[in-house]
Antibody, heavy 119, light 108 residues
Framework: QVQLVQSGAEVKKPGASVKVSCKAS????????IHWVRQAPGQGLEWMGW????????NYAQKFQGWVTMTRDTSISTAYMELSRLRSDDTAVYYC????????????WGQGTLVTVSS | EIVLTQSPGTLSLSPGERATLSCRAS???????LAWYQQKPGQAPRLLIY???SRATGIPDRFSGSGSGTDFTLTISRLEPEDFAVYYC?????????FGPGTKVDIK
């Protein structure tokens, strides 16, 4: 069965970086895009961007350009999202989600990773 | 960027009642690339409806979607206890992807 398993919760200081992983199983990793969506406490869903695991190509939401980096390691079917220069309002649950190529429809989601930014 | 507005913000209903949730887009959503997700506390969202009206795999037929252009509706014909949750609409036809702010369906 399709599974996306994310890394555990993180606590970071303002100005630091965080790298969240998303390990895929149950399907061909390079056959679907991986997207990242975040959700601040009590708030809605915010799309951050995607990575094409086959080519490594990326597309970031304008808000996150220059600030987020999405990568992948096809040998272990894992995608990564790194967010730099963290601020307190980056405190959120970060989700990875699978989507068909060129169609941002999220059929499977990771369990989420809570990132807390606090001094 | 397509802005999605959902109404009402909160819907208070009893089990067995019908729920009607609305999603309005700031511009036409191409090819009805509109989806609905359900999210329960502490869980990731779950895909319910795609293409405005197609149910995702394993979704009960009490959930139905309709609409086109800029106006879309999610209907839950008879609320079950497990249906009390937050529902988000999302357009996925162009970049950037956007979500509506959500409608919370809670128990009256």
């Amino acid at each position: 069965q399709v599974q996306l398993v994310q890394s555990g919760a993180e606590v970071k200081k303002p100005g630091a970086s965080v790298k969240v992983s998303c390990k895929a199983s149950g399907y061909t990793f390079t056959g679907y895009y991986i997207h990242w969506v975040r959700q601040a406490p009590g708030q809605g869903l915010e799309w951050m961007g995607w990575i094409n695991p086959y080519s490594g190509g990326t597309n970031y939401a304008q808000k996150f350009q220059g600030w987020v980096t999405m990568t992948r390691d096809t040998s272990i079917s894992t995608a990564y999202m790194e967010l730099s220069r963290l601020r307190s309002d980056d405190t959120a649950v970060y989700y990875c989600a699978r989507a068909p190529i060129q169609l941002s429809l999220f059929d499977y989601w990771g369990q989420g990773t809570l990132v807390t930014v606090s001094s | 960027e397509i802005v999605l507005t959902q109404s009402p913000g909160t819907l208070s209903l009893s089990p067995g009642e019908r729920a009607t949730l609305s999603c309005r887009a700031s511009q036409s959503v191409s090819s009805s690339y509109l989806a609905w997700y359900q999210q329960k506390p502490g869980q990731a969202p779950r895909l319910l409806i795609y293409g405005a009206s197609s149910r995702a795999t394993g979704i009960p037929d009490r959930f139905s979607g309709s609409g086109s252009g800029t106006d879309f509706t999610l209907t839950i014909s008879r609320l079950e206890p497990e249906d009390f949750a937050v529902y988000y609409c999302q357009h996925y036809g162009s970049s950037p992807v956007t979500f509506g702010p959500g409608t919370k369906v809670d128990i009256k």
